[in-house]
Structure formats: C-alpha cells, structure tokens
C-alpha cells in the first residue's frame, strides 16, 4: 500500500489510498477536512480518488452508510464528490481525542461495491480556553509566610494540541507568582505562590487576573478572576491616643460621676481589634474608687474620693484585643478640693486654772487649729468672745496663744467661758468652736472687811461675867482659806489695865464676850479695837475700833451728903421763931452715883412731928416753912424725908432732919439731951452682937483647921502603903488655863479627861485608858507636854518592857 497526501488549495488534505489485490473491488479513500467547513463544502472527489464512473455512481445507485446515522457527509453521485452536509464540530464530534475522523461506507449496487472512506476531521482554533468559574475566592491569612502555595483552577480549552491551553499569566504579579507544572497527562498545573508577606492593614482585597492562553493562531485566552481576601492575624497590638491622660474630679463626687474617657486603636480588624480596657493598678485602692467601662473605656467613680486622703490618683490602664495584645497608658486623676472640713480646734493645755494675779499677757494656753482642706479651704482664722480681758495671738500657722489682756480679779467674775471659734476661708466657709471654761483661782488679794467702820456696844453693868455682848462681823472676798477670817482682839489697856481682862473675841465667830463684871460707876465706856485676819499667806487684816459703852442700872442708893447722920451726934437746925412762911430751913443734899433717871433724886417728907410747918422741895431737897412758925411749936421738930432715885425700882434713901425752933442755942440743946440717950442704948446692943459673931466665926476656923489636917495625914499613910518600888513617877500636871496670850482671845477648846476615882484608895488610873482616851487640844506652849507624854506611852507600850510605870495624875 503506498499513500500520498495532496494539499489541495482549499487546504484539504486529501489522502490517497491506494488498494491492490482487493477481491470485490474494495476501495478505500482517506480525506482530511477542517473542522467547521459550511455545507457544500468540497470534502473528496471521490468518482476521481476511487477510480469510479459518474455512470456508475448513478447506475450504482450510490449511497453513503453512516455507522453511527451521522449525517456530516453527503455524496453527489452526479458529480461524483463528497460534501459537507452539515457543519462539523470537531469538538462535538472527539471531544479531546487527538484523532478524530468519520468513517463512512458508500455502497454500490448492481454489483454491489463497498469503499471505506476516512474523513479526519482536523481541528481549528475555535476554542478559548476558558475556566470552569470566571471567580476565585481565597482567604488568606496575612501572617501566611512566603512561599505558601494555592492551587489554581486550570483553565480547560476544547480546542486540541496546539489549540489548546498553552500557557498562564497572572497580574498584577506583586505578591503572587505564578508556577506552572507540566504533568505527564500534558496538563499543565498552576499554583499561585506568595512572594511578599501579606498586609490586611495595607491591603485588604487583592484582585488578579489569572489568563489561559492557547498556542492557536491568532491565540485566544480566557481570564478568571481571583480575588484574595487578606484574613487579618492579630499582628497589631491596641494603641492608646495618648500616652498620658489627665483629669480632675471633685470630691465627694457621686458614684457614677464620669471622670474620663480614654480610648485606643487598633489596626487589625474585627475581633482582633476589639478593644477591651481594664485598670491595672494592684498596689493602691485604686480599682475600689475608679472604674473603667471595659467596652468604651469611660472611666468612672464606683467609690468615695476624699481629697484630704489622696489628692491624686494614678490609674494605669491597659487596653487589650481580642488576641491578647496589650497597650498601656496612664490616667493621671487630680482631685479637686472642695470646702468639707471643719478646722479642729486643739486647746493644747491640759490645766483650765489661772492665777487672779496673772500678769497681763499671760499665756493661759495654746490652741491649734487644722483644717484638712487646703488653699483657702483650710486657711483657718480663730477669734474669741469679747468682753472678756483675754486676746488670741497669733503665734504660729495655726497656733495660738490665749494672753491675758487686762487684769484678773476673782472677786468680779471666777470664771470665764472662752468660746474659740475657728472658721475657714472657704465659700461658704465651716467653722467650728470650743468652749474652754477657765477658772480663776483665788489670790489673797482682799484684805477682810468689817460690816462698819466703828461699832458701839452696850452692856449693863452688873453683868455675869462671860456673857456675851455682840457679835462683829467681816468679810473677806476671797476664797476658801483666804476668806477664812479669825477675830483678834488688840491690845490696849484701859486704865491701865490691859483690855483682855475687860471683853475677849472669839476668834471664830466674832462674839463679844465680858470677862468681868461692868460697874457703870467705875467704868463708863472703853475704847478697844478688834483685828480681822484671814487665812491666807502672808495674812491680810483689818481693825475696827469698838466703843464699849456700859449702861447705868440703879444699882446705888442715893447717899445724903447733908445733913451728915452720925451716930451719937446731935445736930439740928435753927430756925428762929420769927421766920417767915418759906423759910429755908436747910437744905438735903444728896446724891445717887447711878446716873440718869437712877440719878435723878426726889425728895419727900415721910415722917414730920409737924406735917404742916415745913415741907421739901420736890426736887431740890430744899426745906422750907410752910407757914408762921408760932409759939405753940414745939422747939424739937423731927422730919424724915425719903430721897428716892428715879430708877426702876427706885432706890431711897431717908434722912432725919431735926430742926430746933428756938432762937437760943441752950434751949435747943436742953431738948435734944434725951434723944441723944436712946441712941446710946442701940450701940451697947451693937456692940454685944459684934463680940458674938467673932467668937463663932473662930470656932468654925479651927474645926476647919482640924478637919484638914485629918484627912491628909490619913491619905499620906494610904499612899505609903501602895507605893513600894522607887520606880521614876512622872507626874503629870495639866497646866491650868493661864492667858499667856496676852489677848484676852479665849482660846480654843479645850478638854482633858480628868482621871477620877470611885475608890478613895487609888489616885492613880490606868496608862492605857488615860493614854488613850486624853483628848486635848491646846495651847501650842502644851505641846511640848503632849510629845512626852505620847513618846513615854511608846516605850510603856511595848509588852516585853520590864517597866511598870505609874503617873500620877493631879486632880485639879
Ligand atoms: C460657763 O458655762 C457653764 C456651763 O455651760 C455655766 O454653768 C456657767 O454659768 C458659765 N459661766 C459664765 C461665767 O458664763
Ligand atoms: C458653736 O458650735 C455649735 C455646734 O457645734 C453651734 O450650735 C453654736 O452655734 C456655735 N457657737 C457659735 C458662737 O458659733
Ligand atoms: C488699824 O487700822 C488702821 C487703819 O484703819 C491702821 O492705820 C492701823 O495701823 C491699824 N492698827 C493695827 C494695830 O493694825
């Protein structure tokens, strides 16, 4: 067999095949046409290529025999030649087969012929290549390394051979490269190779376009789309605005008040830059006060905020994404004062007494005073009450000192409510205040005050000895011991006499008491003065004069001084038988020591022989005629008159006046002889009774006398019998009261337990009761007595002591 290709001029290849030796006359023709010819399109001559006769053809009744019924293929028997019936689609007709051909019979009848005919169909480049999706999606992780492959889609071509995909390009080629494989099947494999890192935060979307393109002439391509999105890896941490923040709050702000907000950024997208804020203080109480809202980063108060406890604050905040990337910054918080704190007043001494005789600016005490609040809120200014004589200095920031103003005196006011009141300079300002009671204390400053500047007493005379006569009274400003007044009397003598023994004062009260008994008539009035002292050191004291008046009692009778009454005289008056009516006989002078009304004398006639011849002048004692003395008068007149005091009672006295009416001495001596007689009796008689009385009372003497004597030689012989030993015997005298103060002042009470006893035969008592039970309180000259005795009771006390002491007591 021998074959021979033709190029036509239409470009078909037209192959010859030439068949020897076949029996039935077999033929066989191969044709090769491009695919896609239009119909009628010349495919073979057939008549030509198999040696045939168009006669034959007809005659033949030639048809062609499709195995498959494909109808591509027609044949003209008049003109002897193949055509294209219908187009042919390579593709369509072998897909990828490489070798594609339509095999076809052509019948002959009458004899019958059978020819194979081949028609190849070739193909043309008709074909883009094309990709199965004209999108590719990738997601790729920007922290993806370099290197990293991704398959690509290969792009499929329909076309065959040279026709089909020859080649890939890929654009822009900035990150990715492009890596073709050839397989063995002749595929060829694309992979898109990362180049560059990937940055979301640069690029997020990155478009290509990846292009197939065959080897055909013209060439044809087919483009797909890849869109990569770039994934974001958390590679960007969270970035603060600032890297310091400053605010301020108030104090004493609610909770919730908003402080700050504060914010960060971060680069990486979604989750990755979900910023989540937080305070990381650990250390302070910070996290107890401040909150930050974790979503929006405002920061808040949840806690109290006391400016006076922290004036700062200092939050460190941290904001964090989602991946665990940090970013730190501060808050700095400055709190703002506000005026809520009162000053505190310190009143620095513990002693609220001062001295009446503090010097001017004394420091009675120091204060202090705070406020927590600062700049003008704790500016603390101080001021007491006035009317008081104390001032506030300031000494030092916020001290001060209190100083005494003017003087003191506890005698006006004792003490002092000192309110300090401290204020601030806020707005509105505080203030607090402390009241600080001050005492004055008592200074012996007042010397004692009598209730008058003289004082006149009176007493009776004829008074008990002791009683009292009035009481003086002073006063003394001051306190306590100053103020403790004792009465003194002051020596001074009266008549010559000291005046102690006239009155005493009692130091205490002030009671005048006599010490004797006043005779008006001896003494009229004294002058004494009486001293007050007080208690205080050194003492102060004050004197008042005392007028001692002593008031008359009609305690005397009158006394006639004339006419004189004695005895056994006779006297009497003349009066000559002449005398007229109003005579003065004489005259009875008397008079009464008392004074006053005791003093002031009447007269009258008690007893007249002759009631009618004289009378006695009421108040002059004056005797007078009443009428004409005649002759029938007797010569001896007797009168007796009564000279009474005034006093009440009324003391008398009465006085015999004898009158002799005669003119002649003789004659009236001559009558009055045996008067003179009776007298003379009375004084026998007096004189009888005097010897009388002397002789009793020098009996009772001697008895007396006797008596005595008895009785002590009877004790001397008692005493001989008891006392034996000739141990010491301390005898023991309580002095007796002697004024060896020479002021008259009574002393104090004073009291001894005499020793007393039931049984004559013991004088002596028992040491332990007398010991123990003398009381005394003295004069300071016992004292000296009183340590002997109580050193002696020592020595006796003690039970081993051999001594048996024995004290005598004295009995007063
Ligand atoms: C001082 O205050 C006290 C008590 O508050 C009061 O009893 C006293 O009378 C006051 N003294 C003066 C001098 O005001
Ligand atoms: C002193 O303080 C009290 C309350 O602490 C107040 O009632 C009084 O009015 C204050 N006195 C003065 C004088 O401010
Ligand atoms: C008595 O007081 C007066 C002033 O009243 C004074 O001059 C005199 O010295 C005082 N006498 C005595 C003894 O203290």
Redesign the pocket.
């Known amino acids: 067999m021998s074959f021979f290709f033709f190029l036509t001029m239409n470009g078909q290849v037209l192959l010859f095949v030439s068949l020897f030796a076949l029996d039935a006359v077999y033929g066989q023709v191969s044709y090769s046409i491009p695919e896609e010819m239009s119909r009628g399109s010349l495919v073979g001559n057939i008549a030509q290529d198999l040696g045939l006769e168009i006669q034959r053809l007809i005659s033949g009744k030639a048809k062609i025999y499709s195995r498959n019924n494909e109808e591509y293929i027609e044949l003209s028997r008049e003109k002897g030649v193949l055509l294209v019936k219908e187009r042919i689609d390579r593709e369509a007709l072998c897909a990828h087969t490489a070798f594609c051909a339509l095999h076809l019979e052509i019948i002959l009848e009458n004899p019958m012929e059978f020819y194979s005919v081949t028609v190849q169909i070739t193909d043309i480049n008709d074909n883009a290549p094309s990709f199965e999706k004209n999108e590719m999606k990738f997601k790729i992780s920007e922290s993806t390394t370099v290197g990293a492959k991704f398959v690509l889609q290969r792009a499929a071509d329909l076309d065959v051979g040279i026709n089909g995909v020859h080649n890939y390009e890929l654009k822009p080629a900035d990150h990715f490269a492009l890596k073709r494989q050839n397989n063995a099947d002749g595929n060829i494999n694309v992979e898109m190779v990362l180049q560059k890192p990937l940055d979301r935060e640069k690029e997020e979307q990155i478009s290509l376009v990846l292009t197939a393109v065959d080897g055909g002439e013209p060439r044809m391509s087919g483009t797909m789309l890849i869109q990569v999105t770039v994934l974001d890896a958390n590679d960007n941490a969270p970035v603060f605005t600032q890297h310091t923040y400053k605010a301020t709050v108030t104090e004493n702000s609610p909770a919730g008040t908003l402080v700050a907000t504060v914010s960060a950024s971060d680069a990486d997208g979604d989750l990755n830059s979900k910023i989540s804020y937080s305070i990381t203080n650990t250390q302070d109480n910070v996290r107890n006060i401040f909150d930050i809202n974790k979503d929006n980063g405002q920061v808040s108060l949840i806690g109290n905020i006391d400016y006076e406890k922290s004036r700062h604050f200092q939050i460190h905040l941290l904001a964090s994404d989602d991946g665990g990337l940090t970013d730190s910054s501060k808050l700095i918080i400055d709190v703002q004062d506000i005026n809520d704190n009162k000053p505190t007043i310190n009143i620095m001494s513990k002693s609220n007494v001062i001295s009446e005789d503090a010097e001017i600016n004394t420091v009675v005490t120091m204060i202090n005073s705070e406020d927590l609040d600062s700049g003008e809120n704790g500016n603390v200014n101080c001021f007491i009450n006035e009317d008081i004589p104390f001032v506030l200095k300031i000494s030092k920031n916020n001290f001060f000192s209190l100083v005494t103003e003017n003087d003191l005196d506890r005698e006006r006011?004792g003490?002092?409510?000192i309110t300090v009141m401290c204020s601030d300079e806020g707005v509105p300002s505080l203030s607090s205040n402390v009241?600080l009671?001050l005492l004055i204390s008592d200074v012996n400053d007042n010397a004692p005050v009598f209730e008058r500047s003289s004082y006149e007493a009176y007493i009776v005379e004829n008074n008990t000895p002791g009683v009292s006569i009035f009481t003086l009274k002073a006063s003394d400003a001051d306190w306590n011991h100053n103020a403790r007044l004792s009465y003194i009397l002051e020596d001074s003598s009266v008549n010559g006499v000291p005046v102690s023994s006239y009155v005493s004062v009692s130091a205490d009260s002030g009671v005048i008491h006599s010490v004797r008994s006043f005779d008006y008539e001896q003494l009229k009035e004294f002058h004494f003065r009486v001293r007050a002292q007080d208690g205080g050191s050194p003492p102060l004291s004050s004197n008042v004069s005392v007028r001692m008046l002593i008031q008359d009692q009609n305690d005397n009778a009158p006394q006639v001084l004339y006419p004189v009454q004695t005895g056994g005289s006779l006297l009497a008056e003349m009066v000559p038988r002449s005398a007229d009516v109003g005579y003065l006989v004489t005259k009875v002078v008397a008079v009464d020591v008392d004074s006053g009304q005791n003093a002031w004398l009447s007269y009258k006639v008690h007893k007249a022989t002759d009631r009618a011849l004289f009378e006695v002048g009421l108040h002059n004692g004056e005797i007078r005629t009443v009428r004409q003395v005649t002759d029938k008068d007797a010569v001896k007149q007797r009168l007796t008159v009564v000279v009474e005091d005034n006093g009440r009672p009324s003391r008398s006295a009465t006085v015999i006046v004898n009158v002799a009416v005669a003119d002649s001495f003789p004659q009236v001596l001559s009558e009055f002889t045996d008067l003179s007689m009776h007298d003379k009796e009375y004084n026998d008689q007096l004189t009888f009774y005097l010897v009388l009385a002397l002789a009793v009372v020098s009996f009772l003497f001697i008895t007396c006398l006797l008596l005595i004597i008895s009785v002590k030689v009877y004790r001397w012989r008692q005493s001989r019998v008891l006392y034996h030993s000739n141990l010491p015997v301390i005898p023991y005298c309580p002095p007796r009261y002697s004024d060896t103060l020479g002021t008259g002042t009574l002393p104090h009470v004073y009291n001894y337990e005499v020793c007393r006893t039931t049984d004559s035969r013991t004088s002596d008592c028992k040491l332990d009761r007398v010991a123990s039970h003398n009381v005394m309180t003295m004069d300071p000259s016992l004292t000296a007595t009183m340590q002997k005795i109580h050193s002696q009771k020592s020595i006796l006390d003690e039970p081993e002591s051999p001594l048996e002491v024995r004290i005598p007591f004295c009995k007063l």
Do not use: A, F, G
Request: overall charge negative.
């Open positions: 006011s003490e002092y409510n009241t009671t």
